[in-house]
């Protein structure tokens, strides 16, 4: 089975981008299957079924939506197998822009929209700067010269990916997209023992571990703290 990692910030259009991809890798003959990490609430498993997509779907909760992906990503992959599915695809929203879900060896994607911001490129981190492919989406509420300058910046932060348009609504890029998927030929018997593409913060703080109270006495573990009495 082929895997492929779609993270991106949240509301970036990447179900839409999906569903659309989703659609032109049925018309080549494939089956294609979701898996959805998010943090506290989704109904896009829905979406997904109403589409006949075959769906599974994990709320963190408490935990990093990305941290829970790497605790779980095997296990919804032996899914997919079981489902008899040629290309499985994990969505994941990255929330601190910190973290990552794509793995060494594994097709990763990165959905990003025109209206997030200029300097948006420079914020996400990993999973923009790790990704094989990026995706910009809403480029039709924007000018073209707009999409191009965000597309310029896409391609400082990231100069080795595939840079490619696509509308979630009306499917405009989406056949480009699913012929890339379509196109990666390395099938994946197991993720067991497979890496990350980039570390995620390994410490843990307070915090982390529900502490509520706000003071310096009350912080352990990894704390980072501003200079806020100089500069």
Known sequence: ???????????????????????????????????????????????????????????????????YFVSNVSESFEWGKKQGIDILISESAGLCNRCSPHIKEILAVCVIDNLSGINTPKKIGPMLKSADIVVITKGDIVSQAEREVFASRVATVNPTASIMHVNGITGQGAFELSTLFADEKTETETLDGKSLRFSMPSALCSYCLGEKRIGAKYQMGNVRKMDVDNG
């Open 1 to 67: 089975m082929r895997f492929v990692t779609v993270s991106g910030p949240p509301s970036s259009g990447k179900t839409a981008v999906i569903l659309k991809t989703v659609e032109s890798l049925r018309q080549r003959g494939l089956k294609a299957g979701v898996v959805k990490f998010d943090c506290l609430y989704t109904d896009d498993d829905k979406l997904y079924e109403q589409k006949g997509i075959p769906v599974k779907k994990g709320l963190s909760g408490a935990l990093c939506p990305d941290h």
